[in-house]
């Protein structure tokens, strides 16, 4: 399944936004224009549902309180709403699921997020529809909602095991390289990829070598020098280590545990192998940082076809053009945001008639959608003295 | 809306400006810094696409043996070029059209005048010709941004293309330059062309 389309309204700084998307969807905008907001809309679904420690209380309050994610442009009509349909695979099918809520803050007290509305469709047939007359009769019910209560989600349980399962990756080389400096505060769902090893260390045997041969595989391309990828455990301490053999002159000298990988090995062993876990959308932030560009042209490549076997949706920041200038991108899977000062606009690439031309003519999606979303007067960053 | 193709940034700095002064078309999709080649390449790509909305490509003529109609015939392929596809060369480079405009330049420089060359499109290298009069300089700061140091080996200095197109922005006389090079004012003139056509 993946998340075919989704709306919102008041979310950070779009003020609303209602967009296709498909299944590896790229994200590209300039620096500050809501790129990651736009990821957080997933992560917060994630969190709403998670069944342990989740809910909506927990998951407004982590990220500051209604008024820190509602927009600065909202005025008026001041809920925040979020909006998204579920579909297979296929791109033209009918939604098979559609889940709306909407928030709005407590006018009195400790000003608690409330539900406004809490709605999930069937295959097109209202099943829940909120506030219903218990609402009504008992307030203090809509700071919860149906999706984060196993006792209430019975009828669309396969919505929330869909959110609770969105990951999101960053991953963070340094963080793997030095653990003293963040086994103390780890966060929860590990979005900058600490808890990485440890997720390859619970893995089966048998799927472990797997996976680690198609990483190995994938990584030759990118690291000349890389011969072999093994997972080992230290013996005394009990550590997971990710082990890669360098061709060298002494044969077993070759040997390098993570700590010794570059930033962009690792981050791509992290992203290759989140490919494979789970089968709910996968978030990824700019996968292009630290890797070389003869390797980010391929990355798309790669993304779809790991997630391909995986049905997997792929939604990804990015700002490389390398990544973005493989010509198996098509303009429906970029999603282009322009800042503006009533908040970000979101735009389908296909959706612009001049880039749907170039883009038809066969011109890079890379170098031309990239320009569009360029920020106006960077060039004169260069005359910054 | 207009998209553009340009060789460098100071290329795309010169036909930006070009379009605001002259015309009231937007530009939206700017491609700038592959090099001439790539625009070599997609020329046909490009000529296409332009039968909706209006294309403009500025590439450098570099050598004085070709005729520019040539390049486009060559470029093009055999195909008809399209009425909303421009393909103008700056002769020999796009520097050329900066140096037109002597007294402007003179004074962004630092030098005096009569330095600065008078037949731009007999100059066999312009970008050379610019490092070289600001070489003359007596300014520091212009000294710094646009010669190369020695050991570098690069050709122009480490902030050419911004200082450079910050001159573009901002002190370029267009209908001064033109007036001394005829590929500029003819560049001018179909641009201005395709506007009227694109409004009209």
């Not at chain 1, 307030?139 to 006792?151: P, Y």
């Not at chain 2, 700017?30 to 020329?43: C, D, T």
């Not at chain 2, 294309?55 to 470029?75: G, H, K, N, R």
């Not at chain 2, 300014?139 to 050709?155: E, F, I, Q, Y």
Request: net charge neutral; charged share 30%; with cysteine.
């Amino acid at each position: 399944m993946i998340i075919s389309r989704i709306s919102i309204k008041n979310w950070r700084n779009f003020k609303t936004i209602d967009t296709p998307l498909s299944e590896r969807q790229f994200v590209v905008g300039p620096n500050a224009s809501g790129k990651s907001n736009f990821l957080d809309v997933f992560r917060f679904l994630r969190d709403i549902a998670k069944s342990d420690g989740g809910g909506l209380q927990k998951a407004v309050q982590t990220r500051g309180g209604v008024s820190k994610i509602r927009c600065l442009a909202a005025r008026r009509d001041p809920d925040i709403e979020i909006d998204v349909s579920l579909s297979d695979d296929d791109e033209n099918s009918t939604a098979v699921w559609r889940y709306s809520i909407g928030i709005r803050q407590e006018q009195r007290g400790f000003r608690q997020p409330l539900l406004s509305h809490e709605h999930v469709w069937k295959e097109g047939r209202l099943i829940l529809n909120r506030p219903d007359r218990d609402d009504k009769k008992d307030e203090e019910r809509l700071k919860q909602t149906h999706l984060e209560q196993v006792s209430a989600n019975k009828e669309f349980r396969e919505v929330a095991r869909f959110f609770e399962a969105i990951t999101y990756l960053h991953l963070v080389p340094q963080l793997l390289r030095y653990p003293e400096l963040s086994q103390a505060s780890r966060l929860e769902n590990d979005p900058f990829g600490q808890g990485f090893l440890e997720r390859v260390a619970k893995a089966p045997p048998k799927t472990q070598l797997a996976r680690l041969r198609k990483i190995e595989e994938a990584l030759k391309i990118a690291v000349p020098q890389l011969e072999q990828l093994k997972f080992e455990r230290d013996t005394t301490t009990g550590q997971p280590h990710l082990l890669a053999l360098y061709s060298h002159w002494r044969p077993n000298a070759g040997w390098q545990s993570e700590d010794q990988f570059s930033d962009g090995t690792l981050r791509l062993i992290g992203l290759l192998w989140s490919l494979f876990e789970g089968q709910s959308p996968l978030l990824l932030e700019e996968p292009e940082l630290s890797l070389n560009d003869g390797v980010t042209r391929h990355l798309a490549g790669i993304i779809r076809r790991l997630q391909r076997s995986r049905r997997r949706q792929a939604i990804i920041s990015t700002h490389s053009e390398a990544l973005l200038n493989d010509e198996g991108i098509g303009g429906n899977e970029i999603l282009m945001l322009f800042p503006s000062k009533e908040g970000t606009e979101a735009k389908i690439a296909t959706e612009d008639r001049d880039l749907a031309e170039l883009l038809g003519a066969g011109l890079p999606p890379g170098d031309i959608v990239l320009s569009k979303t360029r920020v106006k007067g960077a060039e004169q960053l260069g005359l910054f003295e | 809306m207009v998209s553009i193709f340009c060789e460098g940034i100071l290329d795309e700095a010169i036909l930006r400006r070009i379009i605001v002064a002259k015309t009231s078309l937007e530009v939206g999709v700017a491609v700038s810094q592959k090099g001439k080649s790539y625009i070599e390449q997609r020329a046909r790509s490009l000529n296409k696409s332009a039968r909706g909305s209006p294309i403009i490509a500025l590439a450098d003529l570099d050598t004085p043996e070709t005729c520019p109609s040539t390049f486009v015939t060559q470029w093009l392929g055999g195909d008809r070029r399209e009425n909303k596809f421009l393909l103008r060369f700056a002769i020999l480079e796009a520097e050329a059209w900066i140096i037109a405009d002597k007294r402007n330049l003179a004074q962004f420089l630092s030098i005096s005048d009569t330095n600065v060359p008078d037949d731009v499109e007999a100059i066999r290298d312009p970008k050379e010709t610019v490092v070289s009069l600001a070489r003359m300089s007596r300014n520091r700061h212009v000294r710094d941004s646009l010669v190369p140091d020695r050991r570098s080996g690069a050709l122009v200095g480490p902030n050419y293309n911004s200082e450079m197109s910050k001159f573009v922005r901002t002190h370029w006389d267009i209908d001064a330059a033109a007036s001394r090079s005829r590929s500029l004012a003819r560049a001018i003139t179909r641009i201005e062309e395709l506007a009227a056509q694109h409004q009209g």
